[in-house]
């Protein structure tokens, strides 16, 4: 037990001044000490020890010693047994002091929290008394005596005359202690999955001292703002008699948004959701058009699709949903967000034009969202259509047609002509029908925004592919931070409809703010709790951005590794032409271990684009760039995702920064630190300076020490370094965002209009 005695009180109770308990401490015990200052048990001692040695006695006997009565003549004496004298019982408070003789009634105070009854011993009171004031004892217990026996007159006048209060029975004591049982047992907690030692003390209706005590006898060491589990709370509370409930905290999202699985028979089957991937050019929506029936390509400029599309087919007596995407985008950005809608993707590849770059991003794309794949050859019709080249390329990117042992469905078509339409579609089917598509239209319609955009004259407006239940005209839901009530619902073609079932496609209006490609939508009963949730989203989305959540980099690789956070290292592979790229995804691959994969998701000729930064962003990879430049929408998009870029002018570079990655052992020690982007506008040949480059600063700045990386499509051609700068006729030292500039180079003379120049420096640094 803890003894808590302040300075003042310990002063008070052996009779000296504050100043002498602070001199005697303060040869041994240095700092300030104050009449509140709380004693620890080794200054206690010392004061004790202290105080013994100066008052030691020779002898007890002259402490203890008590006159004798006279003894009658003629009786014994007995020696060294001293006698008291009983008082007699006075009938009269005396006006006088007390005699010496008379037992002195002491009043212990118990309301204070700690009482010590060793204070109110008559023996060391005696011995304290004498060792203070000598001879002068019986005079301060007599002194004393008279003021409590008037006291006690006083409480006794107080008290009224009659019959003294009845005892207790025996009965009426167990009633009490059973009632007091009973209210003890009445006490129920409410105990969460994890509380605080304070607020678990709180609800047993005991001290925190109390509740540490049991918690120790359990083993658990806990301080009052530390927290205990369930199982541990329980206990203690279970000790001190309460009952206890578990306490389950149900969010706004569990109460409104019913996640339940549904039942097999509720089950039934629904169609699939179908999206059509390929390069430009191909034939995509050309292909689309056909089996719809439908001209969509009139409408469109250079046959390029425009917006997101979201079509119904009949094939028969089955239905097939359709996504046309402009390329990979928003497919990309919809399982960056967790979103997955589609159960198959068309992969549709020219005869005659055989595997494209973008076609390699469409197989990559598919992979890493883990959809089924069919492949449809097209334009059959050509002359030069050539299948087995087809075939042949993409078993170089792991897709091996069925005919050749593999589980990849390869059908030739003709959008034009219509050859293997049919084909195509009963493939779809029998596909579609092997992953045993189902839904349960009979609940609250759950599914993904696919489109989202700002009308002029309708408000938000937002294309949503139904996956699962059906939405009702009138229905309120919610899409990430957007909430609303279904005012108007089409389908694709127009028509307006009340209700929309599993895997139809519909654009509805009605929603309050515009939600996100991939965002999940749910429909809703509570339009009140709908909107707090939306509000609770938008400040979890505030707080992950300034979260500590970082992407894997090659510098925090190998931490990641020693956690046991990441058995693999997704890369994404750039090069200058497809031979280099090649080139470092073999060798990159190589680099694989026990502990983590090298994994090449995608690894293309050409320099980095948003869609590389989608990419990566949505599979937690790195771009590694081989003698290419990312642009400018590019960096952009990667600083605010957080992917990592590398760009490299030796291939070894490449090698070895990964490998000393995975060791934990990446320390470059110099750096690019890029300054400004020019854009070159015009080009004169001066005979007496030569070539000057008159450019226009994009971003940032350029000055005349800077490093000139000369970049043409992406490219990189040349690194060179500025010889002259200057504005108009005048030499400057540097030419800031905005202003246009003549600037020669060095050594590098072959500069076109419409290269870019980008100006950096290189610096040293420390890890």
């Given at each position: 037990?803890?003894?808590?005695?302040?300075?003042?009180?310990?002063?008070?109770?052996?009779?000296?001044?504050?100043?002498?308990?602070?001199?005697?401490?303060?040869?041994?015990?240095?700092?300030?000490?104050?009449?509140?200052?709380?004693?620890?048990?080794?200054?206690?001692?010392?004061?004790?020890?202290?105080?013994?040695?100066?008052?030691?006695?020779?002898?007890?006997?002259?402490?203890?010693?008590?006159?004798?009565?006279?003894?009658?003549?003629?009786?014994?004496?007995?020696?060294?047994?001293?006698?008291?004298?009983?008082?007699?019982?006075?009938?009269?408070?005396?006006?006088?002091?007390?005699?010496?003789?008379?037992?002195?009634?002491?009043?212990?105070?118990?309301?204070?929290?700690?009482?010590?009854?060793?204070?109110?011993?008559?023996?060391?009171?005696?011995?304290?008394?004498?060792?203070?004031?000598?001879?002068?004892?019986?005079?301060?217990?007599?002194?004393?005596?008279?003021?409590?026996?008037?006291?006690?007159?006083?409480?006794?006048?107080?008290?009224?005359?009659?019959?003294?209060?009845?005892?207790?029975?025996?009965?009426?004591?167990?009633?009490?202690?059973?009632?007091?049982?009973?209210?003890?047992?009445?006490?129920?907690?409410?105990?969460?999955?994890?509380?605080?030692?304070?607020?678990?003390?709180?609800?047993?209706?005991?001290?925190?001292?109390?509740?540490?005590?049991?918690?120790?006898?359990?083993?658990?060491?806990?301080?009052?703002?530390?927290?205990?589990?369930?199982?541990?709370?329980?206990?203690?509370?279970?000790?001190?008699?309460?009952?206890?409930?578990?306490?389950?905290?149900?969010?706004?999202?569990?109460?409104?948004?019913?996640?339940?699985?549904?039942?097999?028979?509720?089950?039934?089957?629904?169609?699939?959701?179908?999206?059509?991937?390929?390069?430009?050019?191909?034939?995509?929506?050309?292909?689309?058009?056909?089996?719809?029936?439908?001209?969509?390509?009139?409408?469109?400029?250079?046959?390029?699709?425009?917006?997101?599309?979201?079509?119904?087919?009949?094939?028969?007596?089955?239905?097939?949903?359709?996504?046309?995407?402009?390329?990979?985008?928003?497919?990309?950005?919809?399982?960056?967000?967790?979103?997955?809608?589609?159960?198959?993707?068309?992969?549709?590849?020219?005869?005659?034009?055989?595997?494209?770059?973008?076609?390699?991003?469409?197989?990559?794309?598919?992979?890493?969202?883990?959809?089924?794949?069919?492949?449809?050859?097209?334009?059959?019709?050509?002359?030069?259509?050539?299948?087995?080249?087809?075939?042949?390329?993409?078993?170089?990117?792991?897709?091996?047609?069925?005919?050749?042992?593999?589980?990849?469905?390869?059908?030739?078509?003709?959008?034009?002509?219509?050859?293997?339409?049919?084909?195509?579609?009963?493939?779809?089917?029998?596909?579609?029908?092997?992953?045993?598509?189902?839904?349960?239209?009979?609940?609250?319609?759950?599914?993904?925004?696919?489109?989202?955009?700002?009308?002029?004259?309708?408000?938000?407006?937002?294309?949503?592919?139904?996956?699962?239940?059906?939405?009702?005209?009138?229905?309120?839901?919610?899409?990430g931070t957007a909430v609303g009530r279904v005012r108007a619902m089409t389908d694709d073609l127009g028509n307006s409809?009340?209700?929309?079932?599993?895997?139809?496609?519909?654009?509805?209006?009605?929603?309050?703010?515009?939600?996100?490609?991939?965002?999940?939508?749910?429909?809703?009963?509570?339009?009140?709790?709908?909107?707090?949730?939306?509000?609770?989203?938008?400040?979890?989305?505030?707080?992950?951005?300034?979260?500590?959540?970082?992407?894997?980099?090659?510098?925090?690789?190998?931490?990641?590794?020693?956690?046991?956070?990441?058995?693999?290292?997704?890369?994404?592979?750039?090069?200058?032409?497809?031979?280099?790229?090649?080139?470092?995804?073999?060798?990159?691959?190589?680099?694989?271990?026990?502990?983590?994969?090298?994994?090449?998701?995608?690894?293309?000729?050409?320099?980095?684009?948003?869609?590389?930064?989608?990419?990566?962003?949505?599979?937690?990879?790195?771009?590694?760039?081989?003698?290419?430049?990312?642009?400018?929408?590019?960096?952009?998009?990667?600083?605010?995702?957080?992917?990592?870029?590398?760009?490299?002018?030796?291939?070894?570079?490449?090698?070895?920064?990964?490998?000393?990655?995975?060791?934990?052992?990446?320390?470059?020690?110099?750096?690019?630190?890029?300054?400004?982007?020019?854009?070159?506008?015009?080009?004169?040949?001066?005979?007496?300076?030569?070539?000057?480059?008159?450019?226009?600063?994009?971003?940032?700045?350029?000055?005349?020490?800077?490093?000139?990386?000369?970049?043409?499509?992406?490219?990189?051609?040349?690194?060179?370094?500025?010889?002259?700068?200057?504005?108009?006729?005048?030499?400057?030292?540097?030419?800031?965002?905005?202003?246009?500039?003549?600037?020669?180079?060095?050594?590098?003379?072959?500069?076109?209009?419409?290269?870019?120049?980008?100006?950096?420096?290189?610096?040293?640094?420390?890890?």
């Amino acid at each position: 037990m803890i003894i808590k005695y302040r300075l003042g009180e310990l002063a008070k109770d052996l009779g000296v001044s504050n100043k002498d308990i602070i001199s005697a401490l303060g040869d041994h015990f240095p700092g300030e000490k104050k009449h509140t200052t709380v004693l620890s048990e080794t200054e206690l001692n010392y004061i004790f020890d202290t105080l013994s040695k100066q008052r030691e006695a020779k002898s007890f006997d002259s402490f203890l010693k008590v006159s004798a009565p006279a003894a009658p003549a003629g009786a014994p004496q007995k020696q060294n047994k001293p006698q008291r004298e009983r008082p007699e019982r006075q009938q009269k408070a005396p006006s006088g002091p007390a005699p010496s003789s008379e037992r002195v009634r002491k009043v212990v105070d118990t309301s204070a929290a700690v009482v010590e009854i060793d204070k109110y011993n008559e023996k060391y009171e005696n011995i304290a008394s004498v060792s203070r004031q000598g001879g002068s004892l019986n005079n301060r217990k007599t002194q004393a005596q008279g003021r409590k026996q008037k006291l006690n007159q006083r409480s006794k006048q107080r008290r009224p005359q009659g019959k003294p209060p009845r005892r207790e029975t025996e009965a009426e004591r167990l009633q009490r202690i059973q009632l007091e049982k009973a209210r003890k047992a009445q006490l129920r907690v409410s105990i969460p999955d994890e509380i605080s030692v304070g607020e678990l003390a709180s609800r047993l209706k005991a001290t925190a001292a109390v509740v540490i005590k049991h918690l120790m006898a359990l083993g658990v060491m806990a301080s009052v703002s530390e927290t205990v589990d369930f199982d541990t709370a329980s206990l203690v509370a279970e000790e001190l008699g309460a009952k206890v409930e578990h306490e389950v905290h149900v969010t706004i999202e569990e109460r409104i948004i019913d996640d339940s699985e549904d039942s097999a028979e509720n089950l039934v089957e629904r169609p699939p959701v179908v999206c059509v991937m390929g390069h430009v050019d191909h034939g995509k929506t050309s292909l689309l058009d056909y089996i719809r029936k439908t001209n969509v390509i009139a409408g469109e400029a250079g046959g390029i699709t425009q917006h997101i599309g979201a079509y119904r087919v009949r094939v028969g007596e089955r239905t097939v949903t359709f996504l046309d995407t402009p390329g990979h985008e928003a497919f990309t950005a919809m399982r960056a967000r967790g979103a997955s809608i589609t159960d198959i993707a068309i992969l549709v590849v020219a005869a005659d034009d055989g595997i494209m770059p973008q076609t390699v991003e469409a197989i990559n794309h598919a992979k890493a969202a883990g959809v089924s794949i069919i492949v449809a050859i097209n334009k059959m019709d050509k002359p030069d259509a050539n299948p087995e080249r087809v075939k042949q390329q993409l078993t170089e990117y792991e897709l091996v047609p069925e005919e050749w042992g593999g589980d990849v469905i390869c059908v030739p078509v003709s959008a034009v002509t219509g050859f293997g339409i049919d084909d195509l579609l009963e493939n779809l089917i029998l596909l579609s029908d092997l992953k045993e598509l189902k839904a349960n239209p009979n609940r609250l319609a759950k599914g993904s925004v696919v489109e989202a955009r700002l009308d002029k004259g309708r408000g938000p407006v937002a294309t949503i592919l139904i996956q699962n239940g059906t939405l009702h005209k009138g229905d309120v839901i919610i899409a990430g931070t957007a909430v609303g009530r279904v005012r108007a619902m089409t389908d694709d073609l127009g028509n307006s409809i009340d209700s929309a079932g599993p895997s139809q496609p519909v654009e509805i209006t009605g929603l309050m703010d515009v939600p996100e490609a991939g965002d999940v939508f749910n429909a809703v009963e509570d339009e009140r709790l709908a909107r707090e949730l939306a509000d609770q989203r938008r400040s979890e989305q505030k707080m992950a951005q300034w979260g500590s959540y970082h992407k894997v980099t090659l510098d925090n690789l190998f931490s990641q590794i020693a956690e046991g956070e990441r058995a693999e290292l997704p890369v994404i592979v750039k090069a200058d032409v497809q031979g280099s790229a090649e080139a470092l995804k073999q060798n990159l691959e190589k680099l694989s271990t026990d502990e983590v994969k090298v994994s090449i998701i995608h690894a293309a000729a050409g320099g980095v684009n948003s869609g590389d930064v989608m990419l990566a962003d949505a599979s937690g990879a790195i771009i590694v760039g081989f003698n290419v430049r990312p642009d400018p929408t590019a960096v952009e998009q990667a600083a605010q995702a957080g992917v990592e870029m590398r760009m490299y002018r030796v291939i070894y570079d490449v090698i070895d920064d990964v490998k000393t990655a995975m060791k934990g052992k990446l320390a470059p020690k110099t750096r690019e630190v890029e300054q400004g982007r020019l854009e070159v506008r015009e080009v004169y040949k001066i005979s007496s300076v030569g070539t000057v480059a008159g450019c226009y600063v994009q971003s940032g700045s350029i000055s005349r020490g800077s490093l000139i990386r000369v970049v043409r499509d992406g490219v990189i051609i040349h690194d060179d370094k500025v010889a002259s700068l200057r504005r108009f006729k005048d030499d400057v030292r540097e030419v800031q965002q905005g202003y246009e500039c003549g600037v020669t180079l060095e050594k590098f003379a072959d500069i076109k209009q419409g290269d870019i120049f980008e100006s950096y420096v290189i610096e040293e640094y420390r890890d």
